[in-house]
């Protein structure tokens, strides 16, 4: 046994003598990390452990006198924050179940609202538009990114740090101003898409962007995708450069390619990211209001109407204010819910394939 | 045949990436040179570089448009806002990863809660407790939603910030007889100036783009914001395009500018503040 392992030892030595100094290298650079994750020797500290025990006590007096100016420091900024989100949340539960105009008189309906919500056709086309479009927001933002992501690893790939930049701009725009943007797009008349097509002579795929119900719910998903893969982008990005090197290293030496190391490295590396990253995407898309509000307000007709646009305009413009709160409070669920589900879904898969 | 697979792939990975980069930035520069022509010009081609540099949209947009009302009410909210963030977030945050007391789980769990909040969902209940308290159409109506929606996340950004800044400086102040808030103010405050920079940087993006809020809850036309201002763009002047992007280009400057120079800043902050939420 003891001799075999010294052939094999020696078999190493030769092997690493004739493969030179790919093999060489790395094996330093691990020994120079095993140094490096040793426990350094325990220096002397000197800082509050030193002190004697008389300082500390004066030191603990003082944090304990300063108790009330600590309350009154806290307590704007907490009182500010309960009464501007805390208490909003709590009422809209209450009057969602007022039937009210926002000036008569209130009375107490109970469950009523959502009653009505259940048999709401408008209601119902909202949701699904709502979650149609976080669906595409998901593939098309999450999805987008994690390609890119992946390409960034690649060598081939120029001018990493100029695309990164340039894909997360959009990002701090405001979506007002997206909406207007993308409206000129796609105008039909002077609309950036259109001439673009008719200069590439594909008149045929010419349409009416904004005013085809068929295509609407895409239309309008694409500026926001557009926007927020620069978000998704820098996110996993970040994640990947936290994954150590030598892992690539590795599976480089093995002759890994970089599709192979994409799907069986970074992939796994990155799941929990991932997985926030989708959750983030669907919730965030849950309550899309500016682009669309901006590009369609709803229309043509009902066709590209959302939750969060239905709740306003019950509440402001039909002055329904309870049924708005009940609306109002669906959202809160439908978002909560979703992150849930996919906190589930994603979670048993991850471990499954780890 | 390695070398044209090579170049292949090359093509395949490089090219559709940079067609997504031009298509993000594009659009803005479209709409800055766009909002430099006559709307005939416009008309004829909107995709032409302007024959001549043709200030009179943006001169328009001030004085028919108000355009200065609306810059003056979006830049208003966002220092005032911005100023108290950085004051709250700061004290907020240090305290909390510093001093124990009674009720700092509560304080703790509230704004940890408060992240998963959709915000969009406060928007009825919210104009219903102002209008009972007659907060609706202030000037300072704007600020307590802006301010409070920015707190969770600055403040978790500062408290984890504070919370890798070694004790000993604030035992040396102590000792030599600094009380707390001047260790606050003069030691601590400086040491964070970066974690503060990005939290303003945020604060301001956030309160700049901010629309919904705005729209619902101020319906002065002396109070309200320039995201709000460029809707009312499109009903008053529903054909002059130029107009319209002269206004677009201006609202978005700032914004580009503070990008330039901060991107770096911005992009940590927003990757925190996303894996943190």
């Known amino acids: ?11 190493g030595d030769i092997l690493q003598r004739m493969l030179g100094p790919v093999e060489t290298g790395s094996r330093q650079r691990l020994r120079v990390k095993a140094q490096r994750c040793r426990p350094a020797p325990l220096q002397p500290r000197y800082g509050l452990m030193m002190l004697p025990q008389r300082m500390r006590l004066m030191l603990e007096r003082n944090a304990k006198r300063n108790l009330p100016l600590i309350y009154a420091l806290i307590g704007v900024p907490f009182l500010l924050y309960i009464f501007i989100v805390i208490v909003p949340l709590c009422i809209s539960i209450f009057y969602s179940l007022l039937k009210w105009d926002g000036i008569g008189p209130q009375s107490f309906v109970g469950f009523k609202n959502f009653a009505t919500m259940l048999k709401d056709r408008n209601f119902w086309l909202s949701t699904t538009n709502t979650l149609i479009i976080s669906l595409y927001c998901v593939l098309g933002q999450v999805g987008v990114a994690l390609v890119i992501s992946f390409l960034m690893t690649n060598r081939r790939l120029k001018l990493k740090e100029f695309h990164r930049t340039v894909i997360f701009f959009p990002v701090v725009l405001a979506p007002v101003v997206i909406g207007f943007v ?19 002579g594909l008149q045929s795929w010419i349409r009416l962007w904004l005013d085809d119900t068929s295509i609407i719910l895409t239309t309008i998903s694409i500026p926001v995708m557009w926007q927020y893969i620069g978000l998704y982008l820098v996110i996993l990005m970040g994640a990947i450069s936290a994954v150590p090197t030598e892992i690539y290293e590795c599976a480089e030496i093995d002759g890994a390619n970089w599709y192979q190391r994409s799907m069986k490295i970074t992939l796994p590396m990155i799941w929990d990211t991932l997985k926030i990253a989708i959750i983030l995407c669907a919730s965030g898309t849950m309550k899309i209001y500016d682009h669309i509000y901006i590009m369609t ?43 849930w589900v996919i906190q589930l879904l994603m979670g048993s898969y991850g471990r499954k394939n780890a | 045949m390695k070398k044209i697979t090579g170049a292949i792939s090359w093509f395949f990975i490089n090219v559709p990436i940079m067609l997504l980069s031009i298509t993000c930035i594009f659009p803005v520069i479209w709409l800055g040179y ?9 008309n004829l081609n909107s995709f032409s570089l302007p024959s001549a540099l043709n200030f009179d949209n943006y001169r328009q947009a001030f004085q028919t448009a108000k355009f200065d009302v609306y810059l003056f009410n979006s830049a208003f909210n966002s220092f005032i806002s911005l100023a108290l963030v950085l004051l709250f977030t700061f004290v907020v945050g240090y305290l909390l990863s510093r001093y124990r007391f009674k009720g700092r789980g509560l304080v703790y769990g509230v704004f940890l809660a408060g992240i998963l ?9 919210m104009f219903i407790m102002f209008k009972n308290v007659g907060l609706l159409n202030t000037r300072i109506t704007l600020l307590f939603p802006y301010i409070a929606f920015e707190l969770p996340i600055a403040i978790f950004l500062v408290d984890s910030y504070v919370k890798g800044i070694s004790k000993e400086m604030e035992d040396a102040a102590a000792i030599d007889g600094a009380g707390m808030l001047r260790t606050m103010f003069t030691i601590i405050l400086p040491i964070c100036r970066p974690v ?22 101020v319906m002065k036309a002396a109070y309200k914001t320039v995201p709000v201002g460029l809707t009312s763009f499109t009903s008053q002047f529903s054909v002059d395009y130029t107009l319209l992007m002269a206004a677009l ?5 700032p914004v580009v500018v503070i990008y330039i120079l901060f991107y770096k800043k911005i992009m940590q902050g927003m990757m925190a503040g996303a894996v943190k939420g």
């Open chain 2, 117 to 125: 909040v959709p915000v969009y969902a406060l928007i009825v209940p």
């Open chain 1, 182 to 200: 993308w409206k000129f797009v796609y105008d039909q008349n002077f609309g950036l898409l259109n001439t673009l097509l008719r200069a590439l």
């Open chain 2, 34 to 42: 766009s909002s430099l022509k006559t709307s005939t010009e416009f």
């Open chain 1, 1 to 11: 046994m003891r001799a075999k392992r010294r052939i094999s030892a020696r078999l």
């Open chain 2, 249 to 253: 280009a201006m609202a978005t400057l």
């Open chain 1, 297 to 339: 307000n709803g229309g043509p007709g009902r066709s590209s109407s959302v939750l969060a646009l239905y709740c306003f305009k019950t509440t402001f413009d039909n002055s329904n204010f309870g049924y708005g709160a009940t609306i109002s409070v669906m959202l809160l669920v439908f978002s909560l819910l979703i992150s």
């Open chain 2, 196 to 217: 503060l920079s990005t939290v303003v940087i945020l604060a301001f993006m956030h309160t700049w783009n901010e629309f919904p809020f705005a729209q619902m809850l």
